[in-house]
Nanobody, 127 residues
């Protein structure tokens, strides 16, 4: 059974930090790029960051560049999203997703590319 399980969300004050984890199982992790997406109330799903299956390429949305860092531990089948300098506008449910890619150095920012999704973890930033 394919599973992507997010953890690490919570309530934090503006300026604080959180680290989200995405633990994957049930598929060949090394064949997939992993992306982080978020959905805030009343807004559309937004691509936040992604990492290629080689780990050699990453993408971050302009809104989080310089504040969020994505990384991968292939030995643990886990991808992390380190979020620093959090702002109230970062409040959302955060999802990780997996996309099987041919190019080991590619990851896409569009949610429709991704096949498997986790259930999400809530991040709330208080101002």
């Amino acid at each position: 059974e394919v599973q992507l399980v997010e953890s690490g969300g919570g309530l934090v004050q503006a300026g604080g930090s959180l680290r989200l984890s995405c633990a994957a199982s049930g598929f060949t992790f090394d064949d997939y790029a992993i992306g982080w997406f978020r959905r805030a109330p009343g807004k559309e799903r937004e691509g936040v960051s992604c990492i290629s299956r080689s780990g050699g390429s990453t993408y971050s949305a302009d809104s989080v560049k310089g504040r969020f860092t994505i990384s991968s531990d292939n030995a643990k089948n886990t991808v992390y999203l380190q979020m620093n300098s959090l702002k109230s506008e970062d409040t959302a449910v955060y999802y990780c997703a997996a996309d099987k890619t041919i190019d080991p150095n590619y990851c896409g920012s569009s949610w429709h590319l991704y096949e498997y999704w986790g259930q999400g973890t809530q991040v709330t930033v208080s101002s």
